[in-house]
């Protein structure tokens, strides 16, 4: 007698395997708390944090001249636990990958038994899960744009400072609290910034993502497999403190992609080099006088072997961008060398369009980006040293 085969969802009846909720609770699940403070030194850590944070804000302005910090009454700062951070995180991955999996996955669901269609979903929700409660232990902080399109928070996004983890390093690094505190809150707020200075840069972005990410659903047959191999491989190499760039690319991906392909990846690239590498040269750009012990934090800080952060080690592994991860070390000298030839004030033209983002080529030659949207200026020979990555 044969068996009879496997029973099969309806396709209307399945949403993509791609389980973001289930991922929240495994993370919230396996993650610690953190460390245990009475609750006097909870409340006095957090408004320590929330006043750092408050105060950058004016010295992000003071170094980028961006008139847009002055108006940041759209979006949120909130201090936050580590289960608030995997909650929060959950949703936007949500919203950057939900849509674009359903569209690009939609078709193939119906081939999938039940037994299949189950132990995908709880497998990838599985993984992810363990990876965002394995990152929220080691995130400081995050300016998440997207939050409002999830439907949780202000239209102009949330930034969260995850006082567990600021707690843990400052002791473990025997660091100031109130100046390691304001030195995180600067990175932090420069995006914050950058996205109100450039309102429609969310938008745009997110866009740029989903069409890359139906380029990648040309040529790759297991998009949830591939999330969750780019989540691991992620932390895999935060564990390793691998140095930015080293590894194996992975294979296969890029080569494949057509040509409007290969350009939304480089576009996608620039952006995250510039928004990084921005934010970096802000918080460069502090001296004793703004943050008395930050020389100490600095030299501890590398010491530590602080490694690159999550979302473009993850979009690396993601979109086979492995090959092209050395661009974001490109970001900080990017704009330092355009900030050094014209002034901030020029600088700030990045801001205004779409047209004046940089594109892939230019983030190893701003001369480039400045002689196409300014106009073109005498080249002056610049340091090739750099400054500490953050």
């Known amino acids: 007698m044969n068996a009879s085969p496997a029973p099969q969802c309806p396709d209307s009846a399945r949403s993509v395997p791609l389980n973001f909720g289930l991922a929240h609770k495994v993370a919230s699940f396996i993650t610690p708390g953190g460390p245990r403070l009475g609750d006097q030194r909870k409340r006095s850590a957090v408004e320590d944090m929330r006043y750092a944070a408050t105060a950058a804000v004016d010295h992000v302005y003071d170094i980028t001249g961006l008139e847009a910090a002055h108006n940041l009454h759209d979006s949120e700062l909130l201090i936050v636990d580590r289960a608030t951070w995997v909650q929060a995180n ?43 409660g394995f990152l929220s232990t080691r995130v400081l902080g995050q300016y998440d744009p997207y939050a409002a399109i999830a439907g949780h928070g202000a239209s102009g996004g949330r930034l969260m400072i995850v006082a567990p983890n600021l707690v843990q390093l400052e002791k473990e690094l025997n660091l100031d609290p109130a100046d390691f505190r304001l030195w995180v809150a600067l990175h932090e707020q420069t995006h914050r910034v950058q996205f109100a200075a450039a309102p429609w840069l969310r938008d745009y972005l997110l866009a740029t993502m989903h069409d890359l990410a139906r380029e990648l659903g040309q040529v790759t047959e297991n998009l949830p497999e591939r999330l969750a191999s780019a989540a ?78 999550f979302f473009p080690r993850f979009m690396g592994k993601l979109l086979g961008m492995d090959a092209k991860m050395l661009q974001y070390k ?8 355009i900030v050094d030839q014209v002034g901030m004030g020029d600088f700030n033209r990045i801001w205004e369009s779409p047209e004046n983002l940089p594109a892939a ?19 002056k020979t610049i340091s090739a040293q750099t400054t500490p990555e953050n």
């Open 90 to 132: 959950a949703q936007s991955f949500d919203v950057m990958l939900g849509p674009v999996a359903e569209e690009v996955l939609g078709g193939k669901l119906e081939h999938l038994t039940d037994t299949q269609y189950a132990i995908t979903e709880v497998g990838g929700a599985t993984e992810l899960g363990a990876v965002l």
């Open 232 to 309: 691991t491989g992620a932390v895999r190499g935060m564990k390793n403190r691998e140095a930015l760039g080293e590894g194996t690319p992975a294979p296969g991906v890029t080569a494949l992609l057509s040509p409007e392909g290969k350009e939304l990846m480089g576009r996608v690239t620039a952006i995250m080099s510039l928004l990084e590498g921005h934010a970096n040269v802000v918080m460069d750009a502090v001296d004793g006088s703004i943050v008395p012990s930050v020389k100490t934090i600095r030299r501890r800080f590398e010491r530590r072997g602080k490694n690159q952060g």
């Open 330 to 337: 490109n970001g900080q000298k990017f704009v330092q060398y």
């Open 361 to 379: 080529t230019e983030i190893t030659s701003p001369q480039a980006w400045i002689d196409r949207v300014l106009g073109a200026t005498p080249a």
